[in-house]
């Protein structure tokens, strides 16, 4: 089928990084047509995905309007305001700006389509996934992302997840990860009660995306780029956080089951509406999220020079963490025993060449050698009974634990704290 970039016909308005690079598209999309589900390009999402470049969350725009006004101007929203209705609803908020009071009608109104038992089980579906999920998150849906050019470079201009923040920010995102597994952390506020934390966090995020949005956007190359933070590209992080994160899994040996990856997609699905994804890309089929994911990928711009510091960086950052149990000596020979872990698994996932891109030096893939027969012995051994189920759930929720203590210490961080 001829694509519309084979055409040469970019239609008016979509930003030049919006182009099919066929031997990239090659070369990184080959693991979605391994699956044998896709074969071929649909036009019209492409056109969709075009068009995306140039949309913003209109809400959270609004808010972070309201929130950038002058201290005294009418309508100007507090960030005590805004802090009191993550923490309680706008119902706690007293005469609450029009702005803020329309952010949150919308984010405290769940759609119908909302599922809480599946939700809760998609929780416990991603708490099970242990230490396997957040090496697909950090190596997949946060790494693989840096290899193309956009939001690389949007982290790099806001400061996050370069320098002295690297450590902090990755912290921060996976203390946001593993609320969302927590029973209960995505309900809304209620009269009476306070809201949940993933719930919170999510929320949070999505206004800060705004405030990004509207202070980069004046600055900023649309006509590259699109906008700083625009649709397509939240419908890229989405993809790389629930399609990804099963295809990720299920490579390292972890079965996950259709009935399991619903429930995921659904948790994922109904995280994606909070941050004010549109509904074009909100789905809860795995499939259709394989489908979406590779007409992204024939969107996306080639690397830039943003993609090796970002990922240099994070690789340098498992030195820092402070690991639960071991003595102070010995931290450094863990710190160093993490960074070679991670290049090794980065190595098989990313490819010789995505690692020459980024600067990373390559290893022997010996994480992938005692994974894959551990995960085989815990999930399709031990993990067929209930008990074996409940079992992996409990060492998820150790996981986690030990994982959040190991960048923040205590384990937490103020929604003040979180990633902008």
């Not at 998609?122 to 992302?145: E, H, K, M, W, Y």
């Not at 490579?251 to 699905?269: E, F, N």
């Not at 990313?350 to 050698?369: F, I, N, Y």
Request: aromatic share 8%.
């Amino acid at each position: 089928m001829t694509t519309l970039a084979q055409q040469g016909t970019q239609p008016t308005g979509f930003p030049t990084r919006f182009r099919e690079g066929e031997a990239r598209s090659r070369r990184l999309g080959r693991p979605l047509r391994l699956l044998g589900r896709i074969d071929e390009v649909d036009e019209d999402l492409m056109e969709r995905i075009g068009r995306a470049f140039g949309e913003r969350d209109e809400a959270g725009a609004r808010l972070a309007e309201a929130i950038r006004m002058r201290a005294g101007t009418p309508g100007k929203v507090m960030m005590t305001q805004l802090r009191t209705a993550l923490e309680h609803g706008v119902a706690a908020v007293e005469s609450p700006p029009q702005a803020l009071a329309d952010f949150f009608a919308q984010v405290e109104a769940t759609p119908e389509w909302v599922d809480w038992d599946l939700v809760d089980e998609g929780g416990r579906v991603f708490t099970r996934l242990g230490q396997n999920a957040a090496d697909v998150l950090l190596q997949l849906s946060l790494i693989s992302g840096y290899r193309f050019g956009g939001p690389p470079d949007l982290l790099v201009a806001t400061g996050g997840l370069t320098g002295n923040t690297t450590r902090r920010r990755l912290a921060e995102t996976q203390h946001w990860a593993v609320s969302l597994r927590r029973l209960g952390g995505l309900r809304p506020p209620a009269p009476g009660s306070a809201s949940g934390e993933a719930w919170r966090l999510t929320v949070h995020v999505r206004a800060m995306h705004a405030l990004v949005n509207a202070g980069f956007e004046p600055r900023w190359d649309t006509g590259r780029w699109g906008l700083p933070i625009n649709q397509a590209d939240q419908a890229a992080t989405l993809g790389l956080f629930d399609g990804v994160l099963i295809i990720g899994c299920r490579a390292l040996g972890v079965p996950i089951s259709r009935r399991d990856a619903r429930a995921l997609m659904h948790l994922w699905k109904y995280v994606g509406w909070l941050m004010g994804v549109d509904e074009d890309f909100l789905v809860d089929d795995e499939w259709e999220r394989h489908r979406i994911n590779y007409h992204v990928l024939l969107s996306q711009a080639a690397i830039s020079e943003a993609g090796p510091q970002l990922a240099q960086a994070a690789v340098e950052a498992q030195r820092e963490r402070r690991y639960p149990g071991w003595p102070g000596p010995l931290q450094r020979v863990r710190g160093w025993y993490e960074r070679e872990r991670l290049l090794s698994m980065l190595t098989v996932f990313l490819g010789t060449r995505s690692m020459q891109e980024l600067g990373l030096p390559k290893r022997p893939p010996w994480a992938h050698a005692y994974l894959l027969p551990l995960n085989v012995l815990r999930y399709r051994v031990l993990g067929r009974t209930a008990e074996g189920r409940a079992r992996l759930e409990r060492r998820g929720e150790r996981n986690a634990d030990s994982l959040l203590a190991s960048y923040f210490g205590s384990g937490r961080a103020a929604v003040g704290d979180l990633p902008e």
